[in-house]
């Protein structure tokens, strides 16, 4: 399947993240912060990120707008899943490159549903 990085410095987050992806088969890999998550994205080259916002050392919409317009990178969908959830955080969000704008907690289903559409339109 493929491979997902989810950038958050949350553990509990990512482990409930990582355990609905890892049983759709994809490969997950994870970040504790800004810095660390777009260092990774150039690491790993992942098909997908997860981008938490409220996070230590670079926050999510400053590693959003490194991954998105990094012409290494910038190929790679990013999903902000957070709990910023006023329509201001959305739109901004999405100027940072982001292609969609999960609220935590973020439904199994509706993650799942994201993914793959970003998948499916990453491969097409």
């Not at 399947?1 to 890892?22: N, Y």
């Not at 012409?71 to 959305?90: A, F, G, R």
């Not at 292609?99 to 509706?110: E, F, G, R, S, T």
Request: aromatic content about 4%; charged content about 25%.
């Amino acid at each position: 399947m493929a491979t997902i990085l989810i950038v958050d410095d949350s553990a509990t987050m990512m482990e409930g993240h990582k355990r609905i992806l890892e049983k759709q088969g994809h490969t997950v890999f994870s970040a504790e912060d800004g810095e660390e998550g777009v260092a990774k994205s150039l690491e790993l080259m992942p098909d997908l990120i997860l981008m938490d916002v409220v996070m230590p050392k670079m926050n999510g919409f400053q590693a959003t707008r490194k991954i998105t317009r990094n012409e290494t990178t910038k190929h790679i969908p990013v999903v902000i899943v957070t709990s910023k959830d006023q329509q201001t955080d959305i739109m901004w969000g999405k100027r940072q490159g982001a292609c969609d704008y999960l609220i935590k907690p973020a439904d199994d289903n509706m993650l799942r549903q994201t993914v793959d559409r970003f998948l499916a339109s990453a491969a097409s």
